[in-house]
């Protein structure tokens, strides 16, 4: 049973225009998101995260958007450039810090 | 200046050998991990250990031991290997959060490609 769901396996953007990736998840207990940025061969690392008392979180060309109603959250990256292709993890927390993974959106930036 | 290292980066070895993936970390974090990503692509927690002691332990299989030998280095022992357990493995670390930072923010290894065959 995923609680994180990644539905797009893969997206392409042109340079320059902007990345909306998506994640949806199911536990209402959830109170913090994370999103993470993996190229191939290394390990995930920390990209952006949001609180759930928020909506919105932004750092440089990097916002994430939380809906709670909805249970979905929304990472932005505008604009796009040819380093941000990458795979893209969502992960979310309960109170117990453990992180549950979505399966990732493998983000091409097209020149 | 690595922050989280693992060794070694690949492993290709027999069914029913034993083998371990070591791992350090030098940014002075209380909490590190062990992680196993499948062939969906999932991370999934295996094992969670803060200040030496074991606080995650997931369902996995007896056949695979963590060893924390002090708060740097967490290492994964696997015995008898089989088919199933060929995955990339990673390490990760957190800070405390009664030390200033958030135990969900984590910072990974590079990941060990482990192959049974």
């Known amino acids: 049973d995923q609680q994180v769901k990644q539905n797009s396996p893969s997206l392409s953007v042109q340079e320059g225009r902007i990345s909306i990736l998506n994640c949806d998840y199911t536990n209402s207990m959830f109170d913090y998101f994370l999103w993470y940025k993996k190229y191939p061969a290394e390990g995930p690392t920390f990209l952006i995260s949001i609180s759930s008392i928020k909506d919105k979180n932004e750092d440089g060309r990097f916002t994430v958007f939380l809906n709670k109603s909805a249970k979905h959250l929304s990472l932005h990256i505008v604009p796009s450039q040819p380093g941000d292709s990458a795979v893209y993890f969502c992960?979310?927390?309960?109170?117990?810090?453990?992180?549950?993974w979505g399966a990732g959106t493998k983000l091409i930036i097209k020149p | 200046d690595t922050a989280v290292s693992q060794t070694p980066k690949y492993l290709v070895t027999q069914m029913g050998n034993d083998k371990s993936i070591k791992c350090e970390q030098n940014?002075?974090?209380?909490?590190m991990y062990w992680y196993k990503q499948d062939s969906k692509k999932f991370l999934k927690i295996m094992f969670s250990y803060n200040n030496k002691e074991l606080i995650i332990n997931e369902t996995v299989p007896n056949r695979f031991s963590p060893k924390s030998p002090d708060k740097a280095h967490l290492n994964l022992h696997i015995n008898s290997l089989e088919l199933g357990d060929s995955a990339v493995y990673f390490c990760?670390?957190?800070?405390?959060?009664?030390?200033?930072?958030?135990?969900?923010?984590?910072?990974f290894g590079p990941g060990t490609r482990l192959l049974v065959l």
């Open positions: 992960a979310a927390s309960d109170s117990n810090y453990q992180l549950i």
């Open positions: 990760a670390s957190s800070q405390d959060p009664l030390r200033g930072g958030r135990r969900e923010t984590q910072y």
């Open positions: 940014l002075g974090h209380d909490t």
